[in-house]
């Protein structure tokens, strides 16, 4: 069993800052990526491999950074210069090397303008 929790979701004002962090524990043997998704759709915000290679929806490029903590088996997302269209609820997504995908339950973000 897998467990994956976010947090650090909450309300913000237009042009400020929030930090997310994800933590998976449980029956992991290896984890290929990690990555950041929000509704609605769920669209891609950002993911980093093990090898730290990271890939950015257009629309948070220089405004968002993915990091991870591979020994904590941990992925953040340090959020800058928040945009209104950036509210949603931001989910984390766990790739292990066995091809299989864990989620968490959401984080909601709300950016007021």
């Known amino acids: 069993q897998v467990q994956v929790v976010e947090s650090g979701g909450g309300l913000v004002q237009a042009g400020g800052s929030l930090r997310l962090s994800c933590a998976a524990s449980g029956s992991i043997f290896s984890i290929k990526t990690m990555g950041w998704y929000r509704q609605a759709p769920r669209e891609l915000v950002a993911t980093i491999t093990s090898?730290?290679?990271?890939n950015y929806a257009d629309s948070v490029k220089g405004r968002f950074t993915i990091s991870r903590d591979n020994a904590k088996n941990t992925v953040y997302l340090q959020m800058n210069s928040l945009k209104p269209e950036d509210t949603a609820v931001y989910y984390c997504k766990v790739l292990t090397g066995g091809a299989l995908s864990y989620w968490g339950q959401g984080t909601q973000v709300t950016v007021s303008s």
């Open positions: 090898g730290g290679s990271t």
